[in-house]
């Protein structure tokens, strides 16, 4: 007993000292935007103030955290987050960052970039958010529009907390990551707004999206080739074209994407729900896919394989594997279950292998 105490009296001494050490390499330092000169009046452009406080995070040792003040509009034409970094770089996102119009554009491709940054915490507080201001280029349909969100080769990435409104076209690309958390995350564009995918995931690996909630003119979620372990929970979609993997093997090349897991997510007034989509002259494939325990509520097709019919060109991307279980709700139209697998897209199951248990509508049709 005596030992015990004496351990005791000894640490409490001791332990002010050590935490000082023990904190310094973790050592969190916030750079503020406003200190580097963003004015946040809506108008200015903020763009090279958010570039000098990531810079000078990026660089610092330890812990950093860019902050973007709440109650303020930062209007930027373009920001390129790029590291590697020295830091842990957080983004404390508590204010609103918003697109110039479209004839003040200067981004190219992506609105805001995000590359090469490893354990990147992006943190909306369930206040901050960005908005592309997309109505200014959805009329022109055929223009090329710029994405809004692009995380290139980050691996170890959370996004939390989140709003994310009227992009241009798409709103969160996941290219080249390994790892990702997004959680939380409220997306919202009309439902006319054309190519607006909520989520574009592709070449990337562990990737989870959930408890999100995502309105827009496309996909809620598109997994395109390259993907492996990508997950959706609990992510409520509608309006929109529902959760789909692909399309697969566009302009012939070959794609493939497994072990996808769609579990506990809600389609409202969508035009698809579970979609696997491939397009003849490609090749690949697309496996392990399971949608569990679904919700749908007035969906076009709930169920849809799409393997586009053609007269001149094969498909060659293979789709096996495929589970869906638990599907509850109501279909807005007559082909409730719609698996369409590389024949005439008159017949409603064709080479399609599988068996349906508990199913309505019964689905007679399935090959063993
Ligand atoms: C961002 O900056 C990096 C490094 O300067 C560059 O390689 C990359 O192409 C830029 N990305 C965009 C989308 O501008
Ligand atoms: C995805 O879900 C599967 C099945 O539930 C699980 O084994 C896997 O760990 C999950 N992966 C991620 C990245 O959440
Ligand atoms: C999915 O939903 C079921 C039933 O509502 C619930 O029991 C289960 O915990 C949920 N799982 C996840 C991972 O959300």
Not at 64 to 71: E, K
Request: proline fraction near 4%; aromatic fraction near 10%; glycine fraction near 10%.
């Amino acid at each position: 007993m005596q030992g015990f105490f004496t351990y005791i009296l000894i640490f409490s001494f001791v332990s002010p000292c050590q935490c000082i050490r023990l904190n310094f390499g973790t050592e969190n330092a916030f750079y503020n935007v406003i200190l580097f000169g963003a004015r946040g009046d809506g108008r200015s452009d903020d763009s090279q103030a958010f570039a000098n406080a990531w810079h000078s995070g990026c660089k610092a040792g330890g812990m950093s955290t860019l902050v973007i003040p709440a109650g303020r509009l930062f209007m930027v034409t373009k920001i390129n987050f790029t590291g590697p970094c020295k830091a842990k770089m957080n983004i404390q996102l508590q204010g609103q960052i918003v697109a110039p119009p479209k004839v003040a554009w200067k981004a190219g491709n992506y609105w805001i970039s995000v590359e090469y940054v490893n354990g990147l915490t992006i943190d909306g507080n369930g206040k901050g958010g960005f908005d592309g201001d997309g109505s200014t280029w959805w009329e022109c349909r055929n223009c090329y529009r710029p994405r809004m969100l692009f995380f290139h080769a980050c691996n170890g990435l959370t996004v939390r907390n989140l709003r994310i409104s009227n992009s241009p076209a798409s709103h969160v690309a996941i290219n080249m990551c390994n790892g990702a958390t997004l959680s939380h995350i409220f997306i919202h564009s009309p439902s006319n707004s054309p190519n607006t995918d909520g989520f574009d995931i592709s070449y990337s690996s562990n990737i989870l999206i959930q408890d999100s909630n995502i309105k827009s003119g496309d996909d809620c979620i598109a997994v395109n080739g390259g993907s492996i372990f990508i997950n959706a929970t609990r992510v409520i979609c509608g309006p929109g074209h529902g959760i789909s993997v692909g399309s697969l093997g566009r302009n012939g090349v070959r794609e493939t994407v497994s072990n996808v897991h769609v579990l506990n997510c809600t389609f409202i007034r969508t035009s698809n729900g579970a979609r696997i989509k491939t397009i003849p002259g490609g090749s690949g494939y697309a496996k392990q896919i399971t949608f569990d325990q679904i919700i749908l509520e007035n969906v076009m097709n709930p169920i849809i394989i799409d393997q586009e019919y053609s007269l001149t060109r094969a498909t060659n991307v293979q789709v096996s594997f495929v589970t869906y279980r638990g599907f509850r709700g109501t279909s807005a139209s007559d082909v409730a279950i719609n698996l369409v697998c590389g024949g005439k897209t008159s017949s409603t199951c064709r080479n399609a292998h599988g068996t349906a248990r508990n199913t309505i509508p019964y689905v007679p049709c399935l090959l063993k």
